[in-house]
T-cell receptor
Framework: NAGVTQTPKFQVLKTGQSMTLQCAQDMNHEYMSWYRQDPGMGLRLIHYSVGAGITDQGEVPNGYNVSRSTTEDFPLRLLSAAPSQTSVYFC?????????????FGPGTRLTVT | AQSVTQLDSQVPVFEEAPVELRCNYS??????LFWYVQYPNQGLQLLLKYLSGSTLVKGINGFEAEFNKSQTSFHLRKPSVHISDTAEYFCAVSEKGNFGNEKLTFGTGTRLTIIP
């Protein structure tokens, strides 16, 4: 199993550009989520999905879109990048049911917006 | 709403000394509690969890934590640290009852630095 994979590892964007951060998992997990990590602020939930075709907003959703067409993939789209979106982005997945707490994180994408 | 406070942003400790990383939470209902560890340039890994039962829980790499309901705390401890414990540690909480839609709220993290 590859676990949770994220691409790219690093990205530099100019203000106003758009891009998609990719996330995939091969563990057949129903629940997937995106977090951003900023110094002194910990991890904050951007969007999450409880299954294919179902997404919802987290704590800081503005400026981001998600979709979940398959169980495996959960891409995060930045519509018009802003310097405030400079951050490290983590994708995570977990099973539902009794072991829901076993959350698996990807290695992260470090995004810089200039 | 649930929230987590990690009181120390940085903790330097000499190698082989004991360490305690503090975590307090706030919630109007019963909670599940977690500690995650993030090694440099990696994603987060689950270190240990409290779901129910014994208030002292043991995790990987010799860490343990104690759930104290009256003080709403879940402090992480290790009796003797090693250089390899250098990492950032995050406390997290999830409220019970949201079956199928459990959300984790993370603290701001504590950077543990081991001094040789």
């Amino acid at each position: 199993n590859a676990g949770v994979t994220q691409t790219p590892k690093f990205q530099v964007l100019k203000t106003g550009q758009s891009m998609t951060l990719q996330c995939a998992q091969d563990m057949n997990h129903e629940y997937m989520s995106w977090y951003r990590q900023d110094p002194g602020m910990g991890l904050r939930l951007i969007h999450y999905s409880v299954g294919a075709g179902i997404t919802d907003q987290g704590e800081v959703p503005n400026g981001y879109n998600v979709s979940r067409s398959t169980t495996e993939d959960f891409p995060l789209r930045l519509l018009s990048a802003a310097p405030s979106q400079t951050s490290v982005y983590f994708c995570a997945s977990r099973p539902s049911g009794q072991v829901w707490y076993e959350q698996y994180f990807g290695p992260g994408t470090r995004l810089t917006v200039t | 709403a649930q929230s987590v406070t990690q009181l120390d942003s940085q903790v330097p400790v000499f190698e082989e000394a004991p360490v305690e990383l503090r975590c307090n939470y706030s919630s109007s209902v019963s909670v599940y509690l977690f500690w995650y560890v993030q090694y440099p340039n990696q994603g987060l890994q689950l270190l240990l969890k409290y779901l129910s039962g014994s208030t002292l829980v043991k995790g990987i790499n010799g860490f343990e934590a104690e759930f104290n309901k009256s003080q709403t705390s879940f402090h992480l401890r290790k009796p003797s640290v090693h250089i390899s414990d250098t990492a950032e540690y995050f406390c997290a909480v999830s409220e019970k009852g949201n079956f199928g839609n459990e959300k984790l709220t993370f603290g701001t993290g504590t950077r543990l630095t081991i001094i040789p």
